[in-house]
């Protein structure tokens, strides 16, 4: 098993920044893409970031490209989410994420392992 345990969300002023984090711990997820997903009440999990067991290759999704920059850090087991430039809609539930193979996909669908997510909150 992995456990995946987010942190860095909160509450900030809309342009303002957040970074979040994610420690995975538990059985080695060897070259598996990870990434970062989100989700409000009501609707679909949705995908905002993946990036490569590399750190050489991201994607994301068009409502934060340019803002939010995905990164890895393997011998530390973590990734990150920089977020710049937040606005009010990008408040919601922050979920880190990890496949158990090594298939590099945006699928939320496709994710095995999960954190508990962590809340951003944006006030405008």
């Known amino acids: 098993q992995v456990q995946l345990v987010e942190s860095g969300g909160g509450l900030v002023q809309a342009g303002g920044s957040l970074r979040l984090s994610c420690v995975a711990s538990g059985r080695t997820l060897g070259t598996s893409p990870m990434g970062w997903f989100r989700q409000a009440p009501g609707k679909e999990r949705e995908f905002v970031a993946v990036?490569?067991?590399?750190?050489?290759?991201?994607s994301y999704a068009d409502s934060v490209k340019g803002r939010f920059t995905i990164s890895r850090d393997n011998a530390k087991k973590t990734i990150y989410l920089q977020m710049n430039s937040l606005k009010p809609e990008d408040t919601t539930v922050y979920y880190c994420a990890a496949r158990s193979s090594d298939y590099y996909t945006t699928s939320a669908a496709a994710y095995d392992y999960w954190g508990q997510g962590t809340q951003v909150t944006v006030s405008s």
């Open positions: 990036i490569d067991w590399s750190g050489g290759y991201a």
